[in-house]
C-alpha cells in the first residue's frame, strides 16, 4: 500500500501518522532521534508492508503487470490500490476524502521538524499536487506515476500501466476489497 492507506492505518493517531510516514525514507534500525510512539508508527509501517507483500489478493493483482511491468508490478499495486481506496474512501471513513487530507497534511506540517530531510522534500511534492486527493483520480495516478518514472531514471514509463489498469480493474477492484478488508480487520 502506498502513503494515503498508510496514513488511513495510523488510526488517527498523529506518532503513528508521522512514523508511518517517514518509514520509507529511514534505514536499519536505529532511531534514537524519534519517540517510542513514533518508533511505532515506524515499524507499523513495517509490518503493514509486510503483510501487503504477503497477501494472496496483493501478489495476484500484481501479476496482471508483469507484461512489461514486472520489476515495478509492486509499486504499481501499491499506487493504484490507494486510488481505490481513494476512489471509495466513503466506504471506509465517515470523514470525506478532502478533510481526511487536509487534517493529514496538516499534522505533517506541523511535525515538519521531526522529519528527514528525504521525507521533508517528499511532503513538499504531496503537499503542492495534493497527492492524497489527486490519488482518487485516475489522471492523478497518471500524473504520479509519469514523475515517479522521471526519479527512477530506469527508462521505464509507469504511467503506460494505466492501461492495463483499465484493461484489469475490476478484477483488481475485486483483489482489493478483499484486501483492504483484511487489512483494516490486521491493522484498526
Known amino acids: 500500500m ?8 495510523s488510526n488517527n493517531n498523529t506518532d503513528l501518522l508521522i512514523g ?3 518509514a520509507d525514507h529511514l534505514r536499519g534500525n536505529d532511531f534514537k532521534d524519534y519517540s517510542p510512539q513514533i518508533i511505532q508508527g ?10 501487503t507483500d504477503s497477501h494472496e489478493k496483493f501478489k495476484a493483482s500484481k501479476r496482471l503487470f508483469y507484461d512489461g511491468f514486472e520489476k515495478y508490478s ?3 499495486i501499491d499506487i493504484y490500490f490507494d486510488h481505490l481506496l481513494a476512489k471509495n474512501f466513503s466506504n471506509y471513513s465517515a470523514l470525506p ?3 481526511f487530507c487536509d487534517k493529514v497534511y496538516m499534522i505533517y506540517t506541523q511535525n515538519q521538524k521531526l522529519l528527514p530531510k528525504s ?20 489522471e492523478g495516478i497518471e500524473r504520479v506515476l509519469f514523475h515517479l518514472s522521471h526519479r527512477i531514471k530506469h527508462q521505464v514509463m509507469l504511467n503506460e500501466s494505466v492501461a492495463l489498469f483499465k484493461q484489469h ?3 483488481l477492484q ?3 476489497l478483499v484486501f483492504f478488508k483484511d487489512a483494516v480487520k490486521e491493522f484498526l
Open 74 to 76: 509492486g509499486i504499481l
Open 119 to 138: 521525507s521533508s522534500n517528499f511532503l513538499e511534492y504531496v503537499l503542492k499536487n495534493n497527492i492524497y486527493y489527486e490519488y482518487s483520480y485516475l
Open 2 to 9: 502506498n502513503y494515503l492507506a498508510h496514513a488511513f492505518l
Open 20 to 22: 508511518n510516514f517517514i
Open 42 to 51: 515506524i515499524h507499523l509501517h513495517r509490518r503493514i508492508d509486510s503483510f
Open 174 to 176: 475485486e483483489n482489493f
Open 169 to 171: 480493474e475490476k478484477e
Open 97 to 99: 476524502l478532502k478533510e
